[in-house]
């Protein structure tokens, strides 16, 4: 018997689209440059308002996107490697997609936090710099420009990647899910809570990040 079950809930799903919109912001206005640059900075906040957004959500959303929900131990990942995975793992994130997603969210942090305290020695200073010693800014810098960029860019390949080889080798559309939040399985599974009690807190939650972040900007004027 197939059930459907809600798997993304909405703040979810647009906590990612919404995430890839302002990466792609991220990359176009760092290859223009110059003027572009002012954007470069509001995309950035964006993806650091959206961060603080998911860890919080990641403790109080719908049940598949909590981090107690797709947080498994080595042995299970071994385990799941090797073939011997639960039914259960096809539905949220899997044991071995989980770790993808950690390190998603930990290197985008990262790049986040590295751009603040960067300095091209040009025109771009990080709101931050000014907080930072010498040594502090030129090791952000050269991480931001030099490291964490290709980091990122390596994890997004491989994200597509895995979600490609799901559909192409496995006939597995998980891609869809994250656009209309269900899944179709065969097991009888709980369905993330999604109503528009869950949205509002979603929104609230949101609205709060983004203050945070607006102040921390203000503070560091
Ligand atoms: C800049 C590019 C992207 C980034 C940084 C990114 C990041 C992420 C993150 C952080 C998650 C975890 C969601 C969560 O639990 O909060 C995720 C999941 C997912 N993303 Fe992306 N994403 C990108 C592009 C895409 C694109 C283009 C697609 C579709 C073709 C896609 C499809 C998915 C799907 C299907 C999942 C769920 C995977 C699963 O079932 O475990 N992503 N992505």
Redesign the pocket.
């Known amino acids: 018997m197939s059930t459907t079950v809600r798997?993304?809930d909405l703040p979810?799903r647009v906590?990612?689209w919404a995430?890839?919109a302002s990466?792609?912001g991220l990359v176009i206005t760092a290859k223009i440059g110059g003027n572009a640059m002012a954007w470069h900075f509001r995309c950035g906040y964006a993806v650091l308002s959206l961060l603080l957004f998911?860890l919080v959500?990641?403790m109080v959303g719908g049940y598949w996107?909590r981090f107690r929900a797709?947080l498994y131990s080595p042995t299970t990942v071994l385990r799941y490697l090797k073939g011997l995975g639960a039914p259960e793992h096809s539905i949220?994130?899997?044991p071995l997609?989980?770790g993808s997603?950690f390190a998603?969210?930990g290197f985008?942090l990262l790049q986040v936090a590295s751009g603040l305290f960067s300095d091209d020695e040009i025109a771009t200073l990080g709101p931050l710099v000014k907080f930072a010693s010498g040594p502090l800014v030129r090791a952000a810098t050269f991480y931001h420009a030099s490291i964490g960029k290709w980091i990122?860019l390596g994890?997004?390949a491989l994200?597509?990647g895995a979600?490609s080889f799901y559909l192409i080798k496995e006939g597995r559309n998980?891609?869809v899910?994250?656009i209309h939040g269900d899944k179709t399985v065969l097991l009888a599974a709980r369905s993330s809570r999604d109503d528009a009690r869950s949205r509002l807190l979603a929104a609230a939650i949101l609205t709060a990040c983004v203050a945070l972040v607006l102040s921390l900007l203000k503070l560091a004027e």
């Open positions: 798997v993304w979810t906590f990612h995430l890839v990466i792609i998911r959500w990641g996107s797709f949220g994130h899997n997609g989980s997603v998603l969210l985008l990122l994890m997004v994200h597509l979600i998980i891609f899910a994250m």
